[in-house]
T-cell receptor
């Protein structure tokens, strides 16, 4: 079964603080892909990053960084020096080679950055 | 940057009425999807569509739902007889190859459906 768990439902931080959003996944596929999407208050889903199961290198993009650890089935997302514009719901998602075209989303983490 | 466009952005309808949600996927994409997000909940897969037919559907996608690509650009989701529990944000998405996860899904801005 494919499953994504985002245990943090809501997080509030003060601007400029760092924040880490957790994502734990389950899959039987040996080849799979992990994603993070951002959903700002306007409602659209914005792609942030994709990582495949063979690439455990961590990635940094500006203030964003991702830590993928297969050993713990986790794909955590850190925002450094958070800004008010980072306030949104963040979804982690999984797609496996044997699950066709479906993306499996977590329940999302609502991040509020307080000025 | 190419985008997926959806109309209407918000529709209010009475229970039992038919609703059609429209989507224009990115022009060189071949795989099309509908996802649903009930308010405050996670995004759920409804259906995928390729080569003018449904390739996969979830258990949510029952006989009340249908999809169609009536011309070369539009991709529609029809709900025949809406129920209160159909109230949700409906997202259209597309990607180029569809091979499980290899390609990023590009989502539209969503169509919010409210059933009264």
């Amino acid at each position: 079964a494919q499953k994504v768990t985002q245990a943090q439902t809501e997080i509030s931080v003060v601007e400029k603080e760092d924040v880490t959003l957790d994502c734990v996944y389950e899959t039987r596929d040996t080849t799979y892909y992990l994603f993070w999407y951002k959903q700002p208050p306007s409602g659209e889903l914005v792609f942030l990053i994709r990582r495949n199961s063979f690439d455990e290198q961590n990635e940094i993009s500006g203030r964003y960084s991702w830590n993928f650890q297969k050993s713990t089935s986790s794909f955590n997302f850190t925002i450094t020096a958070s800004q008010v514009v980072d306030s949104a719901v963040y979804f982690c998602a999984l797609s496996g080679m044997n699950t066709g075209n479906q993306f499996y989303f977590g329940t999302g983490t609502s991040l509020t950055v307080i000025p | 940057e190419p985008e997926v466009t959806q109309t209407p952005s918000h529709q209010v309808t009475q229970m039992g009425q038919e609703v059609i949600l429209r989507c224009v996927p990115i022009s060189n994409h071949l795989y099309f999807y509908w996802y649903r997000q009930i308010l405050g909940q996670k995004v759920e897969f409804l259906v995928s569509f390729y080569n003018n037919e449904i390739s996969e559907k979830s258990e949510i996608f029952d006989d009340q739902f249908s999809v169609e690509r009536p011309d070369g650009s539009n991709f529609t989701l029809k709900i025949r007889s809406t129920k209160l529990e159909d109230s949700a944000m409906y997202f259209c998405a597309s990607n180029r190859q569809g091979a499980a996860g290899a390609n990023v899904l590009t989502f539209g801005a969503g169509s919010r459906l409210t059933v009264l």
